[in-house]
């Protein structure tokens, strides 16, 4: 179950990192949480700020059967909007992995797998919000935490708890209905089909609609062709 076990440290390189190096020894379920991340990544190993104050965690999962890691990904950051919706915070989800607020970047999710063949050995997780922590200069524009908005502090751990106990209601839920929970991220997210976006190709600004939108790749029409891309600008 998520959380049956809890791991915590002051400081770590990185949750994910953690768990990926050390799947063979946790259960499935297992939640490694640090109050500072000294080398925390998104995808494509961008750096992920982590200072103190922040919410930086990640889950183990050792399914039976092949799934997808995105699937978790989505599933948590659902999970994050639920539990934010509770304290009367409405955030969207920006394609595919950000949690957005006023334009600017709160959280982010990252999952990652270790498979043999088709099959997953073991998918990390990773959550990072920024809740009571300060936004690094360069990132003042993009980024935002809860402490900026709410003029107060939150509790990790109380966040902690309530997003894990959303994340067991959804998996236990959609488990069995991957689809229901996708149609539920997309009602979340900032794009829709149909939307014109603004997309850099080749050094150059263009403008491209949205024909469909899945977890993996958004297919735009771009001068009349359609093409499929995997992250859209900026990140
Ligand atoms: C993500 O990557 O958004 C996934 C972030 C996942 C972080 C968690 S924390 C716990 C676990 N342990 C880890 O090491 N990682 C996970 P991506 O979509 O690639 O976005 C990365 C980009 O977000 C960077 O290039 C920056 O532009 C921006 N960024 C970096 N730190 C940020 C922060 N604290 N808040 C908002 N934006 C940030």
Do not use: C
């Amino acid at each position: 179950m998520i959380g049956e076990k809890i791991v915590s440290f002051e400081t770590i390189n990185s949750t994910n990192r953690f768990l990926m190096e050390n799947h063979t020894n946790y259960p499935d379920g297992t939640v490694v949480v640090a109050l500072k991340q000294t080398s925390g990544y998104g995808r494509n190993k961008r750096i992920w700020y982590s200072p103190k104050g922040g919410l930086w965690f990640s889950v183990l999962f050792k399914p039976r059967k092949q799934i997808e890691p995105s699937f978790y990904t989505r599933l948590f950051s659902v999970s994050v909007v639920r539990t934010l919706e509770k304290f009367k915070i409405h955030v969207n989800i920006k394609w595919p992995n950000d949690i957005y607020l006023y334009g600017r970047k709160l959280a982010g999710v990252l999952s990652e797998g270790i498979f043999e063949g088709k099959k997953p050995v073991a998918i990390v997780v990773g959550v990072g919000i920024n809740v009571n922590n300060d936004i690094p200069e360069e990132l003042k524009t993009q980024a935002i935490s809860l402490k900026e908005i709410m003029n107060k502090e939150f509790s990790l751990m109380k966040l902690l708890e309530m997003i894990l106990k959303n994340a067991r209601i959804l998996l236990r839920k959609y488990t069995k209905k991957k689809e229901a929970l996708t149609r539920i991220w997309k009602r979340y997210l900032i794009q829709k089909e149909g939307d014109i976006l603004h997309l850099r190709e080749g050094g150059q600004e263009k403008l491209g609609r949205i024909v469909k939108i899945t977890s993996d790749y958004l297919l735009i029409e771009i001068d009349g062709e359609i093409k499929k891309i995997y992250s859209i600008f900026p990140h």
